[in-house]
């Protein structure tokens, strides 16, 4: 496709919405709050009123999210231009509405088949279900120095499809939540060896491929769709993200028509705005837009050499600084097809995840003992905590962050739990001690190899059953109460679940209706319920029972 010219200085709706704003028009159109006048009698709208005053709708002159043909289409050209991509899309219902609309398209008759890295968003499982489609889970491989899942390898792909030689495509997602990662452009050259797309939920990675310390982003690794949260780590407001894509193996006519589907007819136009406003943020600076962030990571490193009790993770035999691209992007090799890669192999600079060496505080603590000194991480889990950095961050935030862990360091609460550290430390620390001569293993291997016990502490480590699952096949036919029962946890392993069981964040079903029930996955769901975790989809906020068929009617086939 030919490239067109652009000015990457310009925002058109954002430019378009500042006109509108100060125009002096009588509105005759929705919305009802008539830029806000709504609110005057009663005091004004407070620090919402300058966003009622650009809240728009498809009049003259604002073009149609949905029918681009004016300042929409320029602004999506634009961000194609910026991110590497052939087409780009706005989206306002965030990278759910991407995901949805890929699955969509690539997926266009019920019981097409796609395979689907099994510790996925909810929202693909959503996309599977409004397709009809049979999914094929892989696993994906698991990082044994972190206990973390990263990304199906390119072995268990290229198995995959050939077990499955009539699938449309295949999912993964890239980077996880903690912002680990590996060499995508493996997996794009199997899927393309077959002749189908790699759709990739690259939703924590929208400012990937923008810096040298950066990893490269999905498309430059070959990916043929790629979703990413620009909200989450650029500069737009939340639910703002887009969709790129490449190549032609997505039908783009049908892709236009699957996002009109699942996005509303009235879209944000602040949401619009601010996506052309971060897009542009990042077209004219370039990597210089994250050098103010980037300067706060580095003082975070350097401020945690002199606290040695809190550790930085990163890839083995990396230091966190070399960490960011270390996998080439530049292509797949034939070596690295040939045997078995690394799982983890990058890390996002800019996702910080710390945890406490000696073992004494477990990463809810850790993030608890923040909160009280008003740091408030992304999220933790019994190991970790997640701290994310952007652009927007400063290096007074660092020092902020640097003065509450020298607070913990020295908390009298902390030699209360020592009996409990040399446990956890020796826990964690065999752990990596075998990591180095079991890091050729496929994920089930590594996780056999661990005892299960680093899959559990994590609720990324949505792993399947088996490397590589039979056909699943999801609808959207609702589940008959008289086909279910509830019953105690204690009493749910080998049966059948009825209800999808999401632990949030990250958002990632453990179970989904029609899954059975393993021992392991009972034991997490027990302690997940003695911890208070929020899940959602549960019938039972408590999450001491969960619905699930009964044995004496046919289990859950599909969703």
């Known amino acids: 496709m030919k490239k067109q010219q652009v000015n990457k200085h310009r925002a058109p709706v954002y430019e378009m919405m500042l006109e509108m704003k100060d125009k002096a028009y009588t509105s005759f159109h929705v919305p009802g709050h008539k830029k806000g006048q709504a609110y005057t009698e009663s005091g004004g709208a407070g620090f919402l009123q300058d966003v009622l005053q650009a809240d728009l709708t498809e009049i003259t002159g604002t073009d149609d999210l949905h029918h681009p043909e004016g300042v929409i289409r320029e602004a999506q050209v634009l961000a194609a231009d910026c991110f590497g991509a052939e087409e780009s899309f706005f989206l306002v219902g965030g990278s759910t509405?991407?995901?949805?609309?890929?699955?969509?398209?690539?997926?266009?008759?019920?019981?097409?088949?796609?395979?689907?890295?099994?510790?996925?968003?909810?929202?693909?499982?959503?996309?599977?279900?409004?397709a009809g489609a049979k999914a094929i889970f892989i696993q994906p491989e698991l990082d044994l120095v972190s206990g973390l899942a990263v990304a199906p390898s390119a072995e268990t792909v290229t198995a995959a499809l050939a077990a499955y030689p009539q699938a449309k495509g295949v999912l993964v997602t890239m980077p996880n939540y903690y912002g680990m990662g590996s060499d995508l452009a493996p997996l794009a050259e199997a899927c393309h060896q077959h002749g189908v797309p790699l759709l990739v939920d690259e939703a924590h990675g929208a400012h990937y491929g923008q810096h040298p310390r950066l990893p490269g982003n999905a498309l430059a690794s070959g990916a043929d769709g790629v979703v990413q949260s620009t909200h989450k780590m650029l500069a737009a407001l939340t639910m703002g993200a887009?969709?790129?894509?490449?190549?032609?193996?997505?039908?783009?006519?049908?892709?236009?028509?699957?996002?009109?589907?699942?996005?509303?007819?009235?879209?944000?136009?602040?949401?619009?705005?601010?996506?052309?406003?971060?897009?542009?943020?990042?077209?004219?600076?370039?990597?210089?837009?994250?050098?103010?962030?980037?300067?706060?990571?580095?003082?975070?490193?350097?401020?945690?050499?002199?606290?040695?009790?809190?550790?930085?993770?990163?890839?083995?035999?990396?230091?966190?600084?070399?960490?960011?691209?270390?996998?080439?992007?530049?292509?797949?090799?034939?070596?690295?097809?040939?045997?078995?890669?690394?799982?983890y192999t990058m890390q996002d600079p800019f996702k910080v995840v710390i945890y406490d060496d000696t073992g004494v505080l477990s990463g809810y603590e850790l993030q608890e003992r923040l909160e009280a000194y008003g740091?408030?991480?992304?999220?933790?889990?019994?190991?970790?905590?997640?701290?994310v950095y952007s652009l927007g961050s400063t290096e007074e935030d660092t020092r902020h962050l640097l003065d509450a862990l020298r607070h913990i360091t020295v908390e009298k609460a902390d030699a209360q739990k020592s009996d409990e550290a040399p446990a956890a430390a020796e826990s964690r620390h065999s752990v990596q001690a075998g990591a180095g001569e079991a890091s050729h293993l496929t994920g089930a291997s590594s996780l056999s190899n661990m005892q299960g016990s680093p899959a559990e502490f994590s609720t990324w480590n949505i792993l399947a059953q088996a490397v590589i699952s039979d056909p699943i096949l999801f609808g959207l036919q609702p589940i008959s109460p008289e086909d279910t029962e509830t019953v105690p946890l204690q009493e749910c392993a080998d049966r059948i679940a009825a209800e999808?069981?999401?632990?949030?964040?990250?958002?990632?079903?453990?179970?989904?209706?029609?899954?059975?029930i393993t021992e392991d996955t009972a034991a997490r769901l027990r302690v997940l319920s003695d911890a208070g975790a929020k899940c959602q989809g549960a019938a039972d906020p408590t999450?001491?029972?969960?619905?699930?068929?009964?044995n004496n009617r046919k289990q859950g086939s599909h969703l």
């Open 500 to 516: 999808m069981i999401i632990p949030y964040p990250p958002g990632i079903p453990l179970l989904y209706p029609g899954e059975r």
């Open 97 to 130: 509405a991407g995901n949805v609309a890929l699955i969509l398209t690539v997926c266009s008759k019920p019981g097409d088949v796609l395979i689907v890295q099994r510790n996925v968003h909810k929202s693909v499982i959503h996309g599977l279900m409004m």
């Open 375 to 387: 740091c408030v991480p992304e999220m933790s889990d019994d190991r970790y905590v997640v701290l």
């Open 242 to 343: 887009m969709l790129h894509v490449q190549g032609p193996r997505i039908n783009r006519g049908l892709l236009r028509q699957r996002l009109a589907m699942v996005q509303s007819s009235s879209p944000s136009y602040p949401i619009m705005g601010s996506l052309d406003l971060a897009r542009r943020l990042l077209h004219v600076q370039g990597a210089g837009a994250f050098a103010a962030g980037l300067a706060a990571v580095d003082a975070l490193a350097r401020g945690l050499a002199e606290l040695p009790r809190f550790k930085l993770l990163h890839p083995q035999g990396q230091q966190p600084q070399e960490s960011a691209g270390a996998a080439s992007a530049d292509g797949p090799s034939q070596a690295a097809l040939r045997r078995p890669a690394a799982a």
């Open 543 to 550: 999450l001491r029972t969960i619905i699930v068929y009964m």
